[in-house]
Each structure stands twice: as C-alpha cells, then as structure tokens.
C-alpha cells in the first residue's frame, strides 16, 4: 500500500485452525502468520526496506509448537552507472518445542517427552548488481 510519494507498506496474515478426523479423539491444530514491511524512499538512488514476519503453528495432539521470526533490512543504492549496491541483514529464530509424545519402545533409552530445540542465525550481505 502506498502511504505518501516515499513511502510503502505492506501486512498480510495468515491463519489455518484444523482438526483431524481420522484420530478416536480429533484434537485442533493451529496456524498463525503474520508479516509485514516497510519500504521508504530516502532520494532518487537511495531506499531503505524493513521487513519481518512470525509463524506459530501448535498440535494438541502431542502439545507441539513451532514458532519462526525472520525481521530482515535492505539498503539499496543505484546512484553509480552501471550499479546497483543491496546491503542486507536478516535475523531467523525457530523454536521447536514437543511436550506430549510417548516413547515406542520401553526398550528403547530415550523418549521424546519434553523435546526441545532452539535455532538462532543471522546473515549479513553486500551485492553488486552489475548492469551490462
């Protein structure tokens, strides 16, 4: 959506709330999805772009969850002939967590019962887009 002459935003969501019936006792699982961005226009070769977006999905059949936050930041600059500059970050958190899964085998040494794992990343970049 166009707000002024410099600047433009956007927002979607997303959202599935789902039961499965093949199951004796259907239990919901959920998703929920929300981004959105920002671009403003700084000068003619110049424009900045925020963005980021969030995803929680949860079963309760086994009590899991999994949640996703990426925000990101562009910078471009296209004032030199022939080139375009992109300077870029984003940022990704996932965290998986089950609460409610039993083990198959009693033989067997672990179980999946409070299962938890936790990912974190960030990249930093710089491109140099060359126009022949």
């Avoid at 999805?33 to 977006?53: C, Q, R």
């Avoid at 609460?99 to 710089?126: M, T, W």
């Amino acid at each position: 959506m166009q707000l002024t002459d410099r600047l433009k935003t956007g927002l979607s969501l997303h959202y599935m709330n789902s039961e499965s019936p093949c199951q004796n006792e259907p239990l919901a699982s959920c998703l929920f999805t929300p981004a959105v961005n920002m671009e403003y226009t700084l000068s003619k070769d110049l424009w900045i772009e925020v963005s980021g977006y969030y995803s929680k999905w949860s079963a309760l059949r086994n009590n899991e969850r999994n949640e996703i936050a990426s925000p990101a930041l562009f910078l471009n600059y296209s004032a030199w002939q022939k080139h375009n500059i992109l300077l870029g970050s984003e940022f990704m958190y996932r965290k998986f967590t089950r609460k409610r899964v039993a083990a198959h085998d009693r033989e067997q040494p672990f179980s999946l019962n409070d299962y938890q794992k936790l990912d974190l990343g960030l990249s930093i970049f710089i491109q140099d887009s060359f126009l022949i």
